[in-house]
């Protein structure tokens, strides 16, 4: 998987998705909330071949995606659509962050993009959309509902990337079907078993459903 790359936007909230790491550990970058850190990520992003594949995951925004938080080092978007024509150019890509599906309609240069919906990764997420009235129906949810969602997602991008990237010819198409088998697999089971409500299962359709992938043609 040597054209593999995985950048992570590293702070506190966003410390769940280290579960990639344990799972590509040489494919693993960090992205560090210091401006040391922001430019040897950017120099990497620079450095990658073309054809390869990148995993960014942390926050994103409708207009770009967000670097990591700390105290020096206020959370900003390190990359829009200019840089990201530029960084993406011929590389396929998946946005493992809030809103990239929306990002991805700005971006015209990669092969291939995923981008995601918003995502409700924690439980300051679900309050500010609950208060806001854009999410009436999951001020049930818990902070167990939150983590147990968190798993199976990235368990879903874990499991498509295993079984298509080792193959050399695979496409973010097979990787989109993979993890809608899987999040389907998973509902399946849970409605099966009578273990899920119906404000869960809203965050998994949500997720599954909220998948853009835009191909290069």
Do not use: W
Not at 25 to 52: C, G, M, R, T, W
Not at 107 to 135: D, Y
Request: glycine share 4%; charged share 25%; hydrophobic share 40%.
């Amino acid at each position: 998987m040597d054209d593999f790359y995985i950048i992570h936007a590293l702070d506190e909230t966003t410390s769940f998705l280290e579960v990639f790491k344990s799972e590509f550990p040489q494919n693993y970058h960090v992205f560090l909330p210091a401006e040391i850190s922001k430019k040897e990520i950017l120099e990497l992003l620079k450095s990658i071949p073309d054809n390869s594949l990148i995993l960014f995951l942390g926050h994103g925004h409708s207009t770009g995606l967000y670097g990591p938080e700390g105290i020096d080092f206020p959370q900003n978007i390190f990359i829009d659509s200019e840089s990201g024509n530029v960084l993406f150019k011929e590389k396929k890509v998946i946005l493992l962050s809030c809103n990239s599906n929306q990002f991805v309609t700005r971006l015209n240069t990669h092969k291939e993009i995923l981008g995601f919906g918003n995502i409700l990764s924690s439980m300051e997420q679900l309050r500010n959309e609950v208060e806001n009235g854009a999410r009436d129906n999951y001020g049930t949810l818990s902070k167990e509902d939150i983590d147990y969602f968190n798993a199976i997602y990235c368990t879903a991008i874990i499991k498509a990337i295993k079984e298509t990237i080792p193959t050399s010819i695979y496409t973010l198409k097979s990787i989109k079907k993979i993890i809608e088998f899987f999040i389907n697999k998973e509902l399946n089971f849970l409605l099966k078993n009578k273990q899920i409500t119906k404000e869960f299962a809203s965050l998994l359709f949500s997720f599954r459903n909220d998948m853009v992938l835009k191909i290069a043609y």
